[in-house]
């Protein structure tokens, strides 16, 4: 089955700079990979997602490179706000509407 | 709110008790998931549900875990004989379509004493 690594477990950056979050997978077949926010005590939440026919996506401060030769995708956060401050969760799955494999998680803590 | 709900929000039983939790959907989603966290972890994929028939289940599911969705709108999901071990927040979570993007609950929180 699918397996999902997310590095680092936890990223603690000043608020203006900038914030990566690195994930790789292992099924080859995977083709679509969103990114969840969670913040403490509430649902995780779609920040933004990527499929296999696109390399780079971007809304706003928020953006996701993928590259599927390397099965790796990652989430950059721009100009960092304390409201980023969450745990980002990292997913793969064959399609949008199958099951996610998720990865383990990153603590962001964003310092005023 | 139209978003997932789930019930109850928070779960404290017994070891060897059973629980029932229960997911209503965005109205119209025809899929319907359920996952599990542990703390520190991310959510765990345990089955879903297309309208009624359950389509996958994970090999986490074991036998005292059943799970249903008899109309294809809302889902239970049962947990027989409880153990320490099933302690989580059990996450539900529900999109439109075969290409739909996944929307979570909020969750059930069960801590089994």
């Known amino acids: 089955g699918e397996n999902v690594e997310q590095h680092p477990s936890t990223l603690s950056v000043q608020e203006g700079d900038s914030a990566v979050i690195k994930c790789t997978y292992s099924d080859s077949a995977s083709n679509y990979f969103p990114w969840y926010k969670q913040e403490l005590g509430k649902r995780p939440q779609l920040i933004i997602d990527i499929r296999s026919n696109v390399g780079e996506k971007k809304d706003q401060r928020i953006a996701v490179t993928l590259n599927k030769t390397a099965k790796h995708f990652s989430l950059h956060i721009t100009e960092t706000q304390p409201e980023d401050s969450a745990v980002y969760f990292c997913?793969?799955?064959?399609?949008?509407?199958?099951?996610?494999?998720f990865g383990s998680g990153t603590q962001l803590t964003v310092l005023p | 709110d139209t978003g997932v709900s789930q019930n109850p929000r928070h779960k404290i039983t017994k070891r060897g008790q059973n629980v029932t939790f229960r997911c209503d959907p965005i109205?119209?989603?025809?899929?319907l998931y359920w996952y599990r966290q542990t703390l520190g972890q991310g959510p765990e994929f345990l089955t879903y549900f297309q309208n009624e028939a359950q389509l996958e289940k994970s090999r986490l599911l074991s036998d005292r875990f059943s799970a249903e969705r008899p109309k294809g709108s809302f889902s239970t999901l049962e947990i027989q004989r409880t153990e320490q071990g099933d302690s989580a927040m059990y996450l539900c979570?529900?999109?439109?379509?075969?290409?739909?993007?996944?929307?979570f609950g909020a969750g059930t929180r069960l801590s089994v004493l």
């Open positions: 109205s119209e989603h025809n899929r």
């Open positions: 997913a793969a799955s064959k399609a949008a509407a199958r099951q996610l494999t």
């Open positions: 979570a529900s999109s439109l379509g075969t290409d739909g993007i996944q929307y």
